[in-house]
């Protein structure tokens, strides 16, 4: 069974970056999937990102693009999120999730979850 660990979260001005990053235990990372979701106080969980097993294959929400970018270092076991120009609206909880095949913003492709990492964007 994969692990996943986040880090990277904190607090930071409106306008700011953070890059996220997500390691798991697993020799054979190269061979998931992971997506990026996020859980804002009092709101479902929604799809941020994902990238495919071999990096080729990226998604974004609407929400974030030009401004998030997901990558994968498979030598690293680790994917990472960067974000830029962040608003107060993207303060939540950021999970990572690791899937065999399935690369989308649709959590009910994941089955393997991290225990996620707090981003808070004061305006």
């Known amino acids: 069974q994969v692990q996943l660990v986040e880090s990277g979260g904190g607090l930071v001005p409106a306008g700011g970056s953070l890059r996220l990053s997500c390691t798991a235990s697993?020799?054979?990372?190269?061979?998931?999937?992971i997506g990026w979701f996020r859980q804002a106080p009092g709101k479902e969980r929604e799809g941020v990102s994902c990238?495919?097993?071999?990096?080729?294959?990226?998604n974004y929400a609407d929400s974030v693009k030009g401004r998030f970018t997901v990558s994968k270092d498979n030598a690293k076991n680790t994917a990472y999120l960067q974000m830029n120009s962040l608003k107060p609206e993207d303060t939540a909880v950021y999970y990572c999730?690791?899937?065999?095949?399935?690369?989308?913003?649709?959590?009910?492709?994941?089955?393997?979850w991290g225990q996620g990492t707090q981003v808070t964007v004061s305006s």
């Open positions: 999730a690791s899937d065999r095949y399935y690369c989308g913003l649709d959590l009910r492709g994941y089955n393997t």
């Open positions: 697993t020799r054979t990372f190269g061979t998931y999937a």
């Open positions: 990238i495919s097993s071999n990096g080729g294959t990226t």
